[in-house]
């Protein structure tokens, strides 16, 4: 019942900005972990950034500085930044998320469709 819904993806040109958002619904007690993940072509599937429950951030090394994740807990919305885009940014971007269903340890664990980003001049 739970389930993630991706936006924001498009067209940017390299050196460009996007920012994606991922909305959560569903019987929710608590988020416990929430990130992105992408494919590209031909590529190995990739982390690309994910925030704990108590706030804290990691970054694959690939975006850092790049990218920047921030939360609308009201919205349940999970937000990805993506500024000086290159053209290895192109992929499928999922969102994914680990939700706690009660208080006495009950998880869930799903994904989104994915949203497309293309970095091309």
């Known amino acids: 019942q739970v389930q993630t819904v991706e936006s924001g993806g498009g067209l940017a040109p390299p050196g460009g900005s996007l920012t994606l958002s991922c909305a959560v619904s569903?019987?929710?007690?608590?988020?416990?972990?929430w990130g992105w993940y992408r494919q590209g072509p031909e590529k190995q599937r990739e982390l690309v950034a994910y925030?704990?429950?108590?706030?804290?951030?990691n970054y694959a090394d690939s975006v850092k500085g790049r990218f920047t994740l921030s939360r609308d807990h009201a919205k349940n919305t999970l937000h990805l930044r993506m500024d000086s885009l290159k053209t290895g940014d192109t992929a499928v971007y999922y969102c994914?998320?680990?939700?706690?269903?009660?208080?006495?340890?009950?998880?869930?664990?799903?994904w989104g469709h994915g949203t497309q980003v293309t970095v091309s001049s």
């Open positions: 925030i704990t429950r108590s706030g804290s951030t």
């Open positions: 569903g019987t929710i007690h608590s988020i416990n972990e």
């Open positions: 994914e998320v680990e939700v706690g269903l009660d208080d006495l340890g009950s998880t869930w664990h799903t």
